[in-house]
């Protein structure tokens, strides 16, 4: 084994002892990292454009977006909130609906005793309830503590993006330079393609999503579909999630308009996965299928949500570290 190899080992090992011990801390860092790429990828023509210095684009790149979200959030907060409220509401009786529909069958009847909350309260009663309030609302403090903690890294990143690179590459043996800053280029073209195909993705998916919603007659069309959109970020098992309240919605209406609802999510990722992502990430970070969706089961075995939520970004950068550690690196062969 070679000295070059050998630095190579020591900082996977790193790694992985960081992803056993605190495995939280790697995977903000990693979300950081996607953010900044975000911003930078707004603020390099801002900057060639007006000739501003890198950090001041990308400090300008990042209020824009925040006042763009602020405005947006401003101007849906009344529509969304009532169809929350509505939602809120609708979901219980909706649920009591098809719980009167399935009861009496046998697999309803199995499937109404595994959903009681007995079952799903570890505790029971009422300490088990307040025990679960608990866990929830000390998850939401978490993660906005979190969310913070991402974005204050993604500034600092954005704005000083290479020294940070000249110390993850001071890293290395010296004669891995070029390699090392050759991976960090296709790694960082390679993420930002995916960052663009999902954001395609998602405004994609919402857009359609409400659009054939509202030609059903489902209620609350544009909030289901925000749900669905905003979920698009993780691929194949998000529109999954953010379309079980649609599809519960539809069904306690007519069984039927579920079906269709059903179809309607089916056809929207189809488009879209199939035919409009992969021609936005063409040769940047077209994932196979197969592969993401074994990569998101196992991230989210091993670190949950957050895990499930990065599995994509990860896979892609995983494929690149692969390509031009292993193949062209450590075993010296030309990519398939």
Same mark, same amino acid.
């Given at each position: 084994?070679?000295?070059?190899?050998?630095?190579?080992?020591?900082?996977? %090992?790193?790694?992985?002892?960081?992803l056993?011990?605190?495995?939280?801390?790697?995977?903000l860092?990693?979300a950081?990292v996607l953010?900044?790429?975000a911003?930078?990828a707004g603020?390099?023509?801002?900057?060639?454009?007006?000739?501003?210095?890198e950090?001041?684009?990308? /400090?300008l790149?990042a209020?824009m977006?925040?006042?763009?979200v602020?405005l947006?959030?401003?101007?849906?907060?009344?529509?969304?909130?009532d169809?929350?409220?509505?939602l809120?509401?609708?979901l219980?009786?909706?649920?009591?609906?098809?719980?009167?529909r399935i009861?009496?069958?046998?697999? %309803?009847?199995?499937?109404l005793?595994?959903?009681e909350p007995?079952?799903?309260?570890?505790?029971?009663?009422?300490e088990?309830a307040?025990?679960?309030?608990a866990?929830a609302?000390g998850?939401? /403090?978490?993660?906005l503590?979190?969310l913070?903690?991402?974005v204050?890294?993604?500034?600092?990143?954005?704005?000083?993006?290479?020294g940070?690179?000249?110390?993850?590459?001071?890293?290395? !043996?010296?004669?891995l330079?070029?390699?090392?800053?050759?991976?960090l280029?296709?790694?960082?073209?390679t993420?930002?393609?995916w960052?663009?195909g999902?954001a395609?993705?998602?405004v994609?998916?919402?857009?359609?999503?409400w659009?054939? /919603?509202?030609?059903l007659?489902?209620?609350?069309?544009?909030l289901?579909?925000? &749900?669905i959109?905003l979920?698009?970020?993780i691929?194949v098992?998000?529109?999954? &999630?953010?379309?079980?309240?649609?599809?519960?919605?539809?069904?306690?209406? !007519?069984?039927?308009?579920? /079906?269709?609802?059903v179809?309607l999510?089916?056809?929207v990722?189809t488009v879209?996965?199939n035919?409009l992502?992969?021609m936005v990430?063409?040769r940047?970070a !077209?994932?196979?299928?197969?592969l993401?969706?074994?990569?998101?089961?196992?991230?989210?075995?091993?670190?949950g949500?957050l895990?499930?939520a990065l599995?994509?970004p990860l896979s892609?950068?995983?494929?690149?570290?692969?390509?031009?550690?292993?193949?062209?690196g450590?075993?010296?062969?030309e990519p398939p």
């Open positions: 084994m070679t000295r070059a190899q050998g630095s190579v080992l020591v900082l996977l %090992g790193l790694v992985l002892l960081l056993w011990l605190v495995p939280e801390v790697p995977l860092g990693f950081a953010l900044a790429l911003l930078h603020a390099d023509p801002l900057a060639r454009r007006t000739g501003l210095p950090a001041a684009a990308v /400090l790149v209020l977006v925040a006042a763009a602020a947006a959030a401003w101007a849906a907060a009344g529509p969304l909130a169809q929350a409220t509505q809120a509401d609708s219980p009786k909706s649920l009591e609906t098809l719980r009167g009861a009496g069958t046998a697999w %309803g009847d199995w499937l005793r595994q959903a007995g079952r799903l309260l570890s505790s029971g009663g009422a088990g307040a025990q679960a309030a866990r609302a998850s939401t /403090l978490g993660g503590g979190n913070v903690l991402v204050l890294l993604a500034l600092y990143l954005a704005v000083r993006p290479r940070y690179l000249s110390g993850l590459r001071s890293l290395f !043996d010296p004669r330079d070029g390699r090392v800053q050759e991976t280029a296709e790694a960082g073209h993420l930002r393609g960052l663009l999902q395609f993705a998602m994609v998916a919402g857009t359609l999503t659009l054939g /919603l509202w030609a007659g489902v209620p609350l069309p544009g289901l579909a925000a &749900i959109g979920l698009n970020f691929p098992l998000g529109p999954v &999630i953010g379309g079980v309240p649609a599809v519960l919605l539809a069904a306690t209406q !007519d069984p039927m308009l579920g /079906l269709w609802v179809g999510i089916v056809a990722q879209e996965g035919f992502t992969p990430q063409a940047t !077209d994932l196979p299928p197969a993401l969706l074994l990569v998101q089961v196992l991230a989210g075995a091993l670190f949500l895990g499930v599995a994509a892609a950068l995983g494929l690149v570290l692969a390509k031009k550690a292993y193949v062209e450590w075993l010296e062969r």
